[in-house]
């Protein structure tokens, strides 16, 4: 097993890196702005290393930082975490050029599936079902309009070379469409290095399911289930399930059992997400594949009693996944994860500031992953998410009831948060019901804002 990890990443995500690798019996090493020089996960690693300045671009997107700082500490490990560098290749291959382990996939499928139109076209040719969508859209402005509109209307303008909602926006006609295109691209070019574009068709109401999955280095593959995506804001997830509601069960299973097939096939060898879209008339369709771990790992986790992580750490090492873990793994329960933001609940507009109180619930089946403690500050420089908040028990209904509970009792002051949104959407028929989509979000915070 690798004697000492680096992990390059910060808050949450950290702590639970550095939690699975106590656990595997291997030290760990903490970087850390100077923004975040307070912060738990730099008190709880074995060491600390300082890498830059607050802006992310100067210190957890610095390649050259992160690789000084492992040869300092003599890690023999990167852990990417999710966010930051994750999914770049060129900082996988800069990992294992500096003869270290990248605890992730190889670099070359974070390059293939990266960029999401050749990761589109890879996974289509091997049987994955795939909605309406452009190639990367070129040439002068009015023929990008005219590939795009070929497609055929509603479309989703989106980057080809970034994810996590970031640049995503909607076309409805030809006029739309071409200011959606412009914007768009510089938002991806701002945010990815890259401003290619394509067009994918515009699902109105469709649910966002995806599959975890696990590979080894040696031809096994086998999935953990599905999980459920669909409460959104800005394209970005804020409520996450496992099981799907109404889907868990043969529906889910056969798609699940499909993408492992073409993944092993393919030879993909450590953990990674397929994700698709979702409609009752259509079926599903791929979306992306994420190489990382997922930011709502820790409801498969629930369901499943593997610790994703430590299998991660492990398939990376180089162990044979019937060694990680049971190959036959039974659903227990029901999880929901719910995203704790430094926001405003109505508007979705980040609120940095100090967390004078922060007491989250103390609770049976409840879980709390957070990157802060109470008096440290939410800075203006990385995701505004305060925790995340997973609720287990025997079924749907009690999870439901148990993270209600649980929102209600977690105590926040000294910022604006998102715990009003989330009890909405928690006590909202729709949500209730198992009827939820992409724009259920939206649908609550329009009664939130007319009650007010």
Known sequence: MFKK???ANRGAVARRVNRAARGLGVKTVAVYSEADAALPHVREAD?????GPAPAAASYLDIGALLEAARRSGADAVHPGYGFLSEKS??????????????GPSPRWLDAMGHKTRAKVLMKAHGMPMCPSSEVLSGSAEERVARAAAVGFPLLVKPAAGGGGIGMLAAHDEASLASAIERAGSLAARSFGNGELYVERLLQQPRHVEFQLLADRHGSAMHLYERDCSVQRRHQKVIEEAGAPGLAGPTADAM??????????LGYDNIGTVETLYEPEVGFSFLEMNTRLQVEHGVTEEITGVDIVASQIRLAYGERLSDVIPMQLPRNGHAIQLRVYAEDPLRFIPSPGPLEVFRPPEMAGVRIESGFAEGDRVTPYYDPMIAKLIVHAADRPAAIRKALEAVRAFRIEGLKT????LAAVLESPEFAAGAVHTGLAAVVTQRMRAAV
């Open 418 to 421: 998102n715990l009003p949104f």
């Open 5 to 7: 990890i680096l992990i």
């Open 90 to 103: 060129e900082f996988a291959q800069a990992v294992r050029d500096a003869g270290l382990a990248f605890i």
């Open 256 to 265: 699940a059992d499909r993408a492992t097939a073409i993944m092993q096939g």
């Open 47 to 51: 060491e600390a290393h300082a890498i």
